[in-house]
C-alpha cells in the first residue's frame, strides 16, 4: 500500500514565524505536490516537483517556498507566516500519468 | 486556465442513488477523477475514467462523461451512511513530463440521512 505521511495534523503558529510542513511518501513516486484545501475553492495546487531539486510553481505559490532534496520528502516553507495562510495542506504524490496518493493533510492554524 | 464546478452540498436518504455533477472548462482535458474525503482524512481515488470513453461503471459507483457538455458526473446507488463525505471532481492535462498536474472542483458534500 502506498504511504503518504505529513509531520503533523494540526499546527498553530504565530504571524512572522517561519513553517515547516514536511511529507514523506514510501512508493518511491517521482512525482510530489503541495495543495491547500480551503471551504468551497477545492484543493489548489501551491508547488509540485517533478524529480529532486526540480520544482514547478503550482497555482498559488506566493508566500510559499519548497524543497525536495531527497526523492521522497517534498517539504513546504512558510517563510514568514501570515492570517491568511491559515488552512489545511495536503501532500500528494505519484508516478507519471497515474493517480495522485494524498496524505492525511496538516491543518495549520495562523493566530 | 481550466475551471471546474461542483454544487456544494447534496443530501440524500440511505438506500437511495446519490447523483453529483460536475463541469469543466477545458475540452482538452484527458483524465478525469472523482476523489472522495472522508472527516479528517486525505483524500482517496474513488474511480476515474479517460476523455475516450462515455461511462464507466465501478460496483455501485457509476461515472457518466458528456464530453460536448463538458459534464461529468457520479452516481452511488445504495447510498449508505459511510457514503456521507466530500466528494472532489478533478481533471488532468494529457501527461507531460512534469507529471499529471490536476484542476480540482470545491468539493460537494453529501450527507446521508437514515
Known amino acids: 500500500d502506498v504511504k503518504v505521511t505529513q509531520s503533523s495534523r494540526y499546527l498553530v503558529k504565530r504571524t512572522g514565524e517561519k513553517v515547516f510542513l514536511e511529507c514523506v511518501q514510501d512508493m518511491d513516486h517521482e512525482n510530489m505536490f503541495w495543495y491547500r484545501q480551503d471551504p468551497g475553492l477545492g484543493l489548489r495546487l501551491i508547488y509540485f516537483s517533478y524529480d529532486v531539486k526540480m520544482k514547478e510553481k503550482g497555482d498559488i505559490p506566493e508566500g510559499y517556498s519548497v524543497s525536495r532534496e531527497k526523492k521522497e520528502r517534498f517539504s513546504l516553507i512558510l517563510e514568514s507566516a501570515s492570517t491568511n495562510q491559515t488552512s489545511m495542506y495536503l501532500c500528494?504524490?505519484?508516478?507519471?500519468?497515474?493517480?495522485?496518493?494524498f496524505g492525511p493533510g496538516t491543518r495549520l492554524t495562523v493566530t | 486556465g481550466e475551471d471546474v464546478e461542483q454544487s456544494l452540498f447534496l443530501s440524500v436518504r440511505e438506500g437511495d442513488s446519490s447523483v453529483i455533477n460536475c463541469t469543466y472548462t477545458d475540452s482538452s482535458s484527458t483524465y478525469l477523477y472523482w476523489y472522495k474525503q472522508e472527516p479528517g482524512a486525505g483524500l482517496q481515488l474513488l474511480t476515474y475514467?479517460?476523455?475516450?470513453?462515455d461511462m464507466k461503471q465501478d460496483q455501485r459507483l457509476t461515472v457518466l462523461l458528456n464530453k460536448k457538455d463538458k459534464h461529468l458526473s457520479l452516481r452511488i446507488a445504495d447510498t449508505q451512511t459511510g457514503d456521507s463525505a466530500i466528494y472532489f471532481c478533478?481533471?488532468?492535462?494529457?501527461?507531460?513530463?512534469?507529471?499529471?498536474?490536476?484542476?480540482f472542483g470545491g468539493g460537494t458534500r453529501v450527507l446521508v440521512k437514515p
Open positions: 500528494a504524490s505519484c508516478v507519471i500519468g497515474s493517480e495522485q496518493y
Open positions: 475514467i479517460f476523455s475516450n470513453m
Open positions: 478533478a481533471v488532468g492535462d494529457e501527461i507531460k513530463a512534469a507529471g499529471n498536474k490536476l484542476t
